[in-house]
């Protein structure tokens, strides 16, 4: 697959991207699109990571927890089944993390 990208230098390898949930909360409201993030490849990451706003708004169960490991210390995390889709039908499911992202410019950080 071949992707156009914008300004790499400035701000990085950024494409659009939809995120549709694989495993919605009992009685949570269908979502009939999928929603459309601004996400960014990462290829050091070993894991994709959603914004967690957007876990909830997806209404998501988690399917399982896992230890992360930052600088310093391990936090839990809950991880969600998703389907990425991106350009030209090219699309993934896969788990990821759900974290805050504050002050980032994206919603997803899609990992190896």
Known sequence: MTVQLGDL????P???ARVVGCAARP???KLVEPTKVTAMIDT???V????DTLVEALGLEPVGRV????AGHQVECFEYAVRLVFQKGVE????ALALPMRGQSI???VGR
């Open 92 to 95: 993934f499911n896969v788990r």
């Open 27 to 29: 009685g949570a409201k």
């Open 107 to 109: 919603e997803c950080l």
């Open 48 to 51: 994709t990571v959603v914004k």
């Open 67 to 70: 230890l992360v490991s930052t």
């Open 14 to 16: 950024l494409l659009e």
């Open 9 to 12: 230098e400035g701000s990085g």
């Open 44 to 46: 050091g990451a070993s």
